[in-house]
């Protein structure tokens, strides 16, 4: 059992930066891919950033390749999604979460296991 605690949400203008945490405990230190998606209002949730276990491997999606950056820093237990030039369209819930997929940065939702409880990111136009 992996419990995911997010953190580092808030409003920004447009064109600001944001950086958002996510805190681990239980599972094996550093075992497994993780992940950040979000979810807007009235869409399904989608993939944001992938990193594996060692960090050696991260994926973005396309919208925000060059803006966002995953880390984690596996002594800590924690994964970071630090999010420059924001754009309106950025926002919406995000979610960090944790994956035992043998994919070293898994895309899918279902490949997800446990799942934080969501940082609200608001992005003013």
């Known amino acids: 059992q992996v419990q995911l605690v997010e953190s580092g949400g808030g409003l920004v203008q447009a064109g600001g930066s944001l950086r958002l945490s996510c805190a681990a405990s239980?599972?094996?230190?550093?075992?497994?891919?993780m992940g950040w998606f979000r979810q807007a209002p009235g869409k399904e949730r989608e993939f944001v950033a992938g990193?594996?276990?060692?960090?050696?491997?991260?994926r973005y999606t396309d919208s925000v390749k060059g803006r966002f950056t995953i880390s984690r820093e596996n002594a800590k237990n924690t994964v970071a999604l630090q999010m420059n030039s924001l754009k309106p369209e950025d926002t919406a819930v995000y979610y960090c979460?944790?994956?035992?997929?043998?994919?070293?940065?898994?895309?899918?939702?279902?490949?997800?296991?446990?799942w934080g409880q969501g940082a609200q990111v608001t992005v003013s136009s």
């Open positions: 979460a944790v994956s035992f997929s043998r994919v070293t940065a898994p895309v899918r939702p279902n490949d997800y296991v446990y």
């Open positions: 239980g599972g094996q230190n550093g075992d497994y891919a």
């Open positions: 990193i594996s276990w060692n960090g050696g491997t991260t």
